[in-house]
């Protein structure tokens, strides 16, 4: 069963400083993983998807990595800002034919002006 | 840029009542989802959906919960009797296989409170 961990649950920057989100998972056959933003009782915002067979995205300010056989992804986010300021999520999608997502706890991110 | 739409976005209930949560998917998406998030927890699967039947449900999705697609649009998801812990956030998703972007786009989702 593939269970899905983020580390630190919550994390407080200054504004500006550059930062990593890091999500590992238990089973390494997957076939994406997904990281998400969510607002305070709102939905989620799809920021990257990274494929198995790609080691990283990028979009923006935002650098998402995938280390596979490791079971590890981070995101990288450059000069922070407060606006970052919300929960983080990851989530995996195993190999084909499991089309679910299974998400991690998340990470509580707090950009301070 | 495309949008999973949900309504409403907030609904009390009472105990035992029944209540459908509704969800327009992306208009070319084929495959859909329902996910749930009670306060504090993790976002969980409840069920997917392809082709007009349930593709795999959670142990979560007993049998007091359907899916539905009544017409080309929209996405139902019907709890018959509610329970004090069915309260939670309530996620639609959607997904189109096949394109560049095979990742699932979300609706802003709906707040159920039983009482």
């Known amino acids: 069963k593939q269970e899905v961990t983020q580390i630190p649950a919550a994390l407080s920057v200054p504004e500006g400083e550059n930062l990593v989100l890091n999500c590992s998972f238990t089973?390494?056959?997957?076939?994406?993983l997904q990281w998400f933003r969510q607002d305070p009782g709102k939905g989620l915002t799809s920021l990257l998807l990274?494929?198995?067979?790609?080691r990283e995205q990028t979009s923006g300010r935002l650098n998402a990595s995938l280390d596979k056989s490791s079971g590890r992804s981070t995101l990288y986010i450059a000069a922070s800002q407060p606006g970052d300021s919300a929960t983080y999520l990851c989530?995996?999608?195993?190999?084909?034919?499991?089309?679910?997502?299974?998400f991690g706890t998340g990470t509580r991110l707090t950009i301070i002006p | 840029e495309p949008e999973v739409t949900q309504t409403p976005s907030h609904q009390v209930t009472q105990m035992g009542q029944e209540v459908i949560l509704r969800c327009v998917p992306i208009?070319?998406?084929?495959?859909f989802y329902w996910y749930r998030q009670i306060l504090g927890q993790k976002v969980e699967f409840l069920v997917s959906?392809?082709?007009?039947?349930?593709?795999?449900k959670s142990e979560i999705f007993d049998d007091q919960f359907s899916v539905e697609r009544p017409d080309g649009s929209n996405f139902t998801l019907k709890i018959r009797s509610t329970k004090l812990e069915d309260s939670a956030m309530y996620f639609c998703?959607?997904?189109?296989?096949?394109?560049?972007?095979?990742?699932?786009?979300f609706g802003s989702g709906t707040r159920l409170t039983v009482v």
């Open positions: 990274i494929q198995s067979s790609q």
């Open positions: 998703a959607s997904r189109v296989p096949g394109q560049v972007y095979d990742g699932y786009t």
């Open positions: 959906f392809y082709n007009n039947e349930i593709s795999e």
């Open positions: 208009s070319n998406h084929l495959y």
């Open positions: 089973d390494s056959a997957i076939y994406n």
């Open positions: 989530a995996v999608r195993s190999n084909f034919g499991n089309e679910k997502l299974t």
